[in-house]
C-alpha cells in the first residue's frame, strides 16, 4: 500500500483540471446563456467548441480501458482505444470532472455515453464497431441506454417487461422505457435496449441486448422527465414507447439471453466514474459552503465561527476523504484482480458516494440561505443531479442486500449457536 | 389535558377535509393543466371558481383570530373578521390544506396573505384596512411580504440594509429585497415592506414597516427565483429593487422604530399554520408511500415487506405524530396562554416540522423510483417546498439558539460546580 | 383535545414530584452508601424507610387500575386497588419516578411487580390473589416474570421452548429462562412463567402462564447478568434454570394455552410506565447537561454558548416534548377507547422513547466530559438502563414492524397501481 | 498510490495475526477467570506468560519508531529500539491487536506505555532512558499520564491548573488528577505528569511535563472511576491526588515550558494506533453480529435475511473499510511527509473512528439481544471502551474543530462575497 499518488497517476488529473480550470470554468456563464436562450433541446455551442479543444489536446476518451485489460483481442480493436489509462489514473480524473456538470462530456466522457461504448468494445461485432463506435468516440453522436421501465420494479431486472422477439431477419421491439438519459440530444442516434427474447427461460437467461437507431420507426418519445424541476436540457431524461419497432437482426449484442452478462459488465467501471463525478460534486458543495460561511456574519461573529458550522465542515471533509479512497481503492482492485473480485467494493462506493454528497451539499444549501435551494449557486441542481443516483442503476436497497449478503458470507455462524424454530426441538436438547 | 377532539375542533376539520375531498382533489389535473398552459405568471381559473365556491360555503378566511383574542378592540375590527376560530381549531384545518399545494389559497388562507392579514388586523389605522384588508379578506387581491434582502445574512435581522427615510409627507425606500413570495401574481398590490428608519437607534429599534403599493414608481422586479427547478408561478418568489419608490407617511405600520415589534406578532400564527400544513405534507407523502409500496414486488415479495421499509413506515408514523400533538400543543398554548408564553413550543415546531417532513417525502421519493424525483407524483415539489422551511423565517440554526437559551435558563448550573479559567486560580483554592 | 393539565391530573403528579424532592432524592447518597457496602444481593434499608413513609401518605400502588375499568367484576376485586388513577393520571406520575432510579419502588410502582399485580388482578382467582397479590401490593414481597430464554430469539414469543407438563394434580416445568428480573432480590417469592402445555397447538394457543414459588425445587438461579458493567444488586437479571420444578395444578393462570392472551394484556399499561420514566431520565440528563455547560469554560467562552451544544439541547427538548405527548395520547386513549386501540400509539412509545432517550443521555455524558462515563453524574448507568428497553419486551424492530403493518392497512394500493412480476403479463396488459 | 499491501506490510501484520489467533485469542477464557478471581488489582499470570512468548519470538515492542524517524540521534538511541516498522505497518498490526483487549499488552505495545515510551525515546536523557525507558521496553514495568483533571474543561490543556513548582534542587507538585489510566496496576511506577511551571508565561508555554515516581510521598490514589460500570482492573483509570510531591529538579522533560510541544508530539502515532485499534473492535463486533443473525430465526426466517439486518450490516461494512482506509493513509503520510503534515488527516480518524465502531458495536448489541448488554459476547464492555474515546485526548468537538479550521483556511472567501454587518454600510454600497 502507498497513498501517494506515482507521477503518472497525477499527469492525467493535472491534464484534466488545468484544461477544466483554463477552459471549462471560464465557460459556464456562456454555458448557462445558450441553454436557457430560445429551444431547450438543441446542441449548446460552447460544447462543442470546448470538445474541439479537448480533442486537439488528446484530453479524449480517457474512459476507454487499456489495451490488455484482457477483455478483447488486442489486434481486433486496435483502433477503437482511448489513451490507456487504468481504472484508478482515470477516476482520478473523473472526480475532476463531476466539479462542473457538463465538464465530462468536453472530454467524451460522459454516461451513458461512456458506458455504452464499453460495450461496443467488449461485446460489438466490427461491423457494430465501424457503424456506432466510431462515431461516438469521435464525439459526433450521442446514444442512450433503455433499461428502466414504468410499469415494474425495475431495481429487480427480472421484472422487465419490454419484448424483443425475432420473426425473420429482424426482431420486433415492443415495450416503454423511462429514465432513457440523453435521448432528448438532438445528436442521440442509437440506443441499447433491454428487453425479453424469452420469458419461458432460466430468471437470468430471458434477457437480451439489441441496438436499435434512435430514427426507427415506433421510436415514440413521449416526454421528458424533470428532475425536481429541473428538465436537464438538452440530455434529458425521456419516457420512450417502442411499438413494433423493427430491427435487423445483426443488432443482437452478444447472443440471444446474454443481456444479463452484459449489464454485469457494463456497470462496474460506470459506477466508479459516476462516484468520482459525485466526490468532484461534493468537494465543490464543501468550497461554496467554506467560502459562504466565510463571507457573511451574524450574531455578533461571522458564521463560520459557529461551532454546528465546525461538526458540518469537518464531517463532510472526513466523509470525502473516506469515500475517495473507497472509490480510489474498487478501481485499484479492477486494475490488479478484476471487476469480479472488487463486487463488494463497487456495491459500496454506489451506496456511499451519493448519501455522502447529498447531505454535504444540503449542508452547503443550508449555509446559503435563500441562495442554496435557488439557482444562483447550482446547488440545488447538485442535490437534484445527485438524488437520482440513489435510485439508477439499482436503488441503495438493493446494494446494501447485495453488500450484507456478501458480508455473511464471510462469517458462518459458529456451529454451538445454531438454533431453530421450536418444531425442531429435538435438535436442541 | 384531553388527547381526544372534540365536536367543535372536528367541526371545522371535516369541512375542510371534506370540501378538499369533493371539490379540490378532482380539480387538481385542471389546476395543472391550466398551470402549464400558456404564459406561467397569469390567474388560474380553477382556483378562482373553488374560491367563490368555498366563500359561498363559509369556509373562508378561517385563520382570522377570533374577536376576543386581546390583540384590538373589538369594536373598531367588527368588520374585519373571519369564523372565530381558536389557533387549535384552525390549526387542525391547516394539516389538511397542506395536502394539496394550492387548497390553502381556495380557502383565502395561504401565505404570506394570513401573515399580512394579520398584521393589517392588528396594527392598521382604520384608513389602512379599508383600503387593502377588505379586498384582502375578500380575496380580491394578494399581497407580499418583503423582508429578506440578498447581500446580508437576513437569519439575523438586525443586518438588513434597506432604508426607509423621510421627506416631507413621503418616506423613499432604497433597498433589495429577495425571497418576495407572491410578487409574481398578478393579483398581487400592496407589499408590507421592512427596512430601516434609524440606522443609529439602538439594534431593535431601528426598523420599520411601512405598506408599499406594488405598482409605486421605482418597484422593479428583477426576477424569479427558482426553488431547485421549480418557479412556482404564478405565485414566484421575486428578486426586487427598490429604488427611490415614495409612499405617503400614513403608509408607516404603528410607528417608526416598531418593526421588529410587528415582526414578533406576526410570526406566531404563521409557524402553527406553516407547520400544520407541514404534517399534512408528510401524512399524503406517507399514504403514498404505503400505496406504492404495497403495489410493488421484488425478489420474490411485495416491497412493503421488506423490514427496512417497516422500519423507515414505522419511523415516518412515529415523527408525524408527535409532531403534530407539539404543533397543536404550541396552538392550544396560544389559544389559553398567550404567543410569548408559547414562544419555546412555537421555535421548537418551527424546527421539527420541516425536518421531519423532509425525511418522510425522502423515503416515499425512496420508495417510487424513479417516479419519485420526477413530478409524476408530486414528490420531488414537496421536498422542494418544504427545504425552503428550513430557511425562510429564520434557519433552522437561528431558532435552535433561541430554544437552548430559553433551556440553559431554566437550569442554572450548580453553584459548586461553576469552574473558572485558569487566569482565576484564586477562586478555586 | 385541551392540552392544559387539569387540577386532578396534577394532583397526583405534584404529590409524587413533591415526595420525591423531599423524600427521595435526599436519600440517594444514603441508598448508594447502602447498595456499596457489605453483600450486594440485600435489602437497603432506607429504600424500606422511604416505602413506609409513601405507604402512609398513601402515595401507593397508583399503578392500579380504577375500578371500572372493564376488566374485573368490581365485587369480586374490591380489596385490590389503587387509589384509581387513570392511565394518564399515573403517566406523569411515572415521568417524575423515572428521575431517580429506585423510586418506583418507593411507591410500590416498580416493574415487573407492577404488571405482575395486573396480571393477579385481572387474571388471578381469588385465591391466588390472596396468596401473592395481597403481600405484593402491602409491599412484603416482590415478584419475577419468566418469558425470555437465552437459546431462541424470544423476540417471536412462539420460539419460547420452556416445558410445561401435566403430571397429575402438579404441572412439571424444564427450561432455562434469564433476564429474569428482579429475582435477585431475596424478598422476591413468586415467578409468573410463560411456557408451552401444547407443543402441537395453534401457534398461539401452545402457551400457558404459571404461578411459580421462587422457593420451589429445581428452581436454580445460575448467575446474575450484568448491564454493562452494572450488576444491578439487589434487583438483577438473572439466569435461571427449572429442573422438573413441581406446582400445584391450580398454579395455572386463566387456562391451559392462553398465555398470549394474558402477555397482551400485561403489556400495555407497563409500556406506559416504562416510556413515561424514561423520559424522566432524559429530563434528568437534560438538566444536567445545562448544567454542567454552564458551569465550564473552554477556547475562550462559556461551553453552553458554543452552537454545536445549542444543536443538542434544542433537539433534546424538542424531542422530550414530543415523546411525552405521544406517551400521554397513548394513555389517554388507553383510558377512553382501550388498551386494543390504542395499539399503533403503544408500540410506537415503545420504540421512540427509549431510543430518544439514549440519545440525549449520551450528549449528556459528552457535556461532562470523563466524569460522564463513570459513575459521579448517574449517566452512565441511565444509558446502560435504558438502552436494555431497546431489547425488553421485544426488540425494536418488532414493533416497527407492527407499527409499518398497521399503517400499511390504512392505505391500500390504488388499484390501476398494483403491477405484477414478469410472469403475470397477461394482467398488465 | 497502491491499494494493495505489500509483502512486508503483510509480514508483521500476518505474524500478530497469527500469534494472536494461536495464543490470544485461545488464552481469553483463562485471562477472564484470573481477572476475576480474587482480588481485581494483580498482575494476571495468563498475561505474563503471553509475554514472554510474545518476546521470544520477537513480536514485541513493535510501535517503536524506526531509527530513521528524524527524532533523535541514531547513536544515542542505538540500544532503545524495536523492530522499525514504519507507522503503516504498525497500523495493520495495531488493528489485529484490537479484536481482543488485553492483546497489546502481550506484545508490549499498550498505552499508555506506548506513548510514554516514545516521549521518553524522543525527548529524554540518557539517564531518564536507562532508568525508565529499559524496563518499560523489557516489560517489567508499566506507566501512567497524569493530565486531565476533574475540575476543569481539560478539552482546552490551557485550563490545566496543576502546579509543579521550583524549589531548589526539586520541583514541587500540587494537584489534581483524573483518569489516569493504567495507574491501578501493581506494576504502574512511574507518571509523566503535565502541569504548570509559570502561571504567568504566554497560555502555550506555560506547561511543563515532569517524571514522577508512583510511589513517591504526596501521590495518594484516591479512587478508580468506572467506565459504564467496569472497573477495568487491574489497568483502572484513577484519581490521583498530588500533594507537595517532590521530585528531582532532573526529572523535568524536555526544559519548563515545553509541555505543550511534547504533547504535541506524543499524540500523533498514539491516534493512528487508538483508531487502528478501534477499527479491529469493530471488525470484531461485525463478526459476531453475522454469525448471530445467521444462528436465530424469527417470524419465519433467518434473521439475517430481514432487509433491516441488510442496511445494518452494508453500513458497517462500508464504514470501517472507509474508516480503515483514512487511518492508514494518515500513518503513511506520518511516514512520508510527517506528523506535521498529516495533522488534518489525524484529526480526521480521531473524530471518526470511535464514532463508527460505536454504532456497529450498538447494532451488533441489538443483534445479540438481552446477550449483547450482558458480558457473554464482550460487546457491551467493547462499546464502554470506545465510548470514552469520543472523550479522551480531547473530545469529538475539539477536533471537529481543528478539521473544520484548516478546511476553511484552504477556501478563503471570494472577495465580492463578504458582506459586512450594517453597521460597516459604506462597504457595501
Known sequence: MDF?????????????????????????????????????????????????????????????????????????????????????????????????????????????DTGNMEVFHRYGTREQKDQWLTPLMNGEIRSAFLMTEPDVASSDATNIECRIEREGDEYVINGRKWWSSGAGDPRCKVAIVMGKTDFGAQRHQQQSMVLMPLDADGVNIIRHLPVFGYDDAPHGHMEIELKDVRIPATNMLLGEGRGFEIAQGRLGPGRIHHCMRTIGAAEEALEKMCRRLQSREAFGKPIYKHSVWEERVARARIDIDMTRLLCLKAADMMDKVGNKAAKQEIAMIKVQAPNMALRIIDDAIQAHGGGGVSNDYGLAKAYAGQRTLRLADGPDEVHARSIARMEFAKHAPDPGEVSFSSGDMGATR
Open 4 to 112: 501517494q499518488p506515482t507521477e503518472r497517476q497525477l499527469y492525467w488529473r493535472d491534464r484534466v483540471k488545468d484544461f477544466i480550470e483554463q477552459h471549462v470554468r471560464p465557460a459556464v456563464p456562456t454555458y448557462k446563456a445558450q441553454d436557457e436562450e430560445g429551444d431547450r433541446w438543441k446542441v449548446i455551442p460552447v460544447v462543442e467548441e470546448l470538445k474541439a479543444k479537448a480533442k486537439g489536446a488528446g484530453i479524449w476518451n480517457l474512459f476507454m480501458p487499456p489495451r490488455n485489460d484482457g477483455h478483447h483481442h488486442v489486434e481486433e480493436t486496435y483502433e477503437f482505444e482511448g489513451p490507456g489509462l487504468t481504472n484508478l489514473e482515470y477516476a482520478m480524473c473523473a472526480e475532476e470532472m463531476g466539479r462542473i456538470g457538463f465538464a465530462s462530456e468536453v472530454f467524451n466522457c460522459s454516461a451513458p
